[in-house]
């Protein structure tokens, strides 16, 4: 049986992608699940999230040619593993550029591993003509949290127009949905954004992600929110999530 994969992706930072992936990961490998999750963020924040070191697999995934396998670094948790990048994931985008590697470059390195997992999870950086565009390429799912604050429209509108160009070029993969994160139903601010998004995007726009100081906690210790507080409003909603993508 083939992975489905998964890129979150959004052209604008802050808005929580990291935090949805390493607990996407974290509750796929706790429903027995075996999971990669892949950094194409240069800040390399997935293997922080998940208290290991950050390193240049991600470069060498990319680059060297080798085996994608032997980039794969175990998390010390059961089920999950990752391939983590760093400041030279940038480097490979580059050198990736240079060599007029093609769309489906991501997808091509894959190919051989999609057999050993059941789920693939990307966080990718904001980019034009990179990455972001071959992480979503390669997969088959696009999920896209978008803060609910007035400042995350220009993010989002960029992201869906991206999947729009890469639709026309005969990619066949789907958006998962649309996540809002930080959500805060005391500000007015918060309030109308989601009440704009859902007008939008209707059944697409996923249930919000509420701001929480415990999620902020997690990252700091390299704990997902399900190994913290797996009891908390945080916990239950990103298992909600996870759960809506187990049945794409």
Known sequence: MSAKIFTVANQKGGVAKTTTVASILSY????GKRTLGIDF????QVATALGISQSNNVFNFLVTGQSPSLWVQSTGRENLAIIP??????????????????LD???????????????????????????????IWASDFVLIPTATEFMS????TQILAMIRNLEEKGWPGNVAGILPTFYDQQTRESQETLAELRKT?????LPPIHRATVLRECAAEGVTIFEKDPKSR??????????????L
């Open 85 to 102: 990048g760093d400041r030279m994931t940038s480097t490979a985008q580059i050198v990736m550029n240079a060599e007029n590697r093609p």
């Open 201 to 205: 995007f209707g059944e697409l726009c």
């Open 41 to 44: 963020d240069s800040q390399g």
């Open 234 to 247: 945080a916990a239950e909603e990103y298992t909600a999530l996870a759960e809506y993508l187990l049945k």
């Open 153 to 156: 429209s220009d993010g989002l």
């Open 105 to 135: 470059a991501v997808a091509s390195i894959l190919k051989a591993m999609r057999r050993e997992y059941d789920y693939i999870v990307f966080d990718t950086a904001p980019s034009v003509g990179g990455l972001q565009e071959r992480a």
């Open 28 to 31: 796929l490998a706790s429903r």
